[in-house]
Structures are given as C-alpha cells and as structure tokens.
C-alpha cells in the first residue's frame, strides 16, 4: 500500500538524529534559543503532528513555539537525621509534565486564546521546545467551523475554557493518567483527587 506524505515526515520525527544532519539541528536549537520564550510562527515545524492535534491553515489559528525548562522534580537533598526512604526525594511523581506547564506558561502569556494542544519540537541540554497551537474562540472563522467551533463559549459550550489549566488537552490528561485503561486504572477515575491521589 502506498504511503502518503504525513507518514513519511512522521517516520522523520520519530527519529530525529538519524533523519536530520547534526550541524541542521545545532543550528537550529542556537536560533531558537536566542528567539523570545513565546515565540509566534508563521506555519507549524511539525506539520503531521500539527494536523492529527487539530490544526488549519485558517484565520483565528495561531501556533506558538515555547522554551521550557528540561530535568525532573527538583528537590534538594535534607541535611537533617531522618531514614532515607523519609527524605521525601525518591519515589515522588511529578503532578504536573513539563509540556502542560509549558501549555500553561503561554495561556496566560495570550489571555484572548485559547490552547488546542501542544508536541514536541526539539531539545537540547537545557530546554525543551514545545509548539503550542492556539485559536481565537470569537473569531467568526472558528465558531463558523464543524471542528473548531466546539470550543467555541457562542456556541453554547463553555466547557473548554481554559482548558490547559484544567488538564484538558492530550498532554493534561496523559499526566492524569487518562490515557490508560483496564486492569491498574482503577483509581484514575473519576479523578485522581476523586480517590485520594492513589492513582499516581
């Protein structure tokens, strides 16, 4: 079976070093890094992962490249006597990603948007670059369209708003835990407050 375009780009991210030069990606990361944290760009880097998330070339459509830092929970180590397993370092998980931070970071950065979703662009020993795609929820473009206009509160539907503070989007509910199902999802839902934070 022939393949299309979009499965072939999407066969180049899934391994970026091998597809892309070392020198392409070098300069890159350097061009990004001296850009703005929030960063407006014309069309997405990633256009695969753009369109299964929801984004059109169309009016009312913005995409966003951000910086956020890399590395896990940052706990420095306790000098006082106490057992090591009551330190409260190891066996800690995070509540929060660092791509729903990001999502967050630029909600509040563009108040009058909304954040769709959000995929991963690059990263080097520091940051990580996430493009976060956007819409204008009172554009007439998006509440006049079949998908987007669901987000839309002139709709009648003021469910999705602020929807990356809530754990909305894909990367809020992977860090909820909703992505799984079945045998060991059991304390996920309703919610992971509903049982107690037993689920993480």
Request: proline share 4%; net charge positive; charged share 30%.
């Amino acid at each position: 079976m022939a393949r299309g375009l979009y499965q072939h780009v999407r066969e180049t991210w899934k391994q970026p070093k091998e597809a892309t030069p070392h020198m392409f990606r070098q300069t890159r990361m350097a061009q990004w890094r001296r850009e703005p944290v929030n960063c407006k760009i014309d069309r997405p880097t990633r256009i695969d992962a753009a369109r299964r998330l929801g984004y059109k070339a169309k009016q009312g459509v913005v995409v966003i490249r951000t910086r956020i830092r890399r590395g896990g929970l940052r706990k420095g180590k306790i000098h006082m006597k106490r057992k090591p397993s009551k330190a409260g370092i190891k066996k800690i998980t995070m509540a929060k990603n660092t791509q729903r931070m990001a999502e967050e970071r630029v909600g509040r950065h563009f108040p009058n948007l909304e954040v769709l979703n959000s995929y991963w662009v690059g990263q080097d020993g520091k940051h990580k670059f996430y493009e976060v795609i956007m819409i204008d929820t009172h554009h007439p473009a998006i509440i006049s369209d079949k998908q987007l206009g669901v987000f839309s509160a002139e709709n009648g539907n003021k469910s999705h708003r602020g929807r990356a503070y809530r754990g909305k989007t894909s990367a809020g509910k992977r860090g909820r835990g909703l992505h799984n199902k079945g045998k060991g999802a059991e304390k996920l839902r309703p919610s992971l407050k509903a049982n107690l934070n037993r689920g993480k």
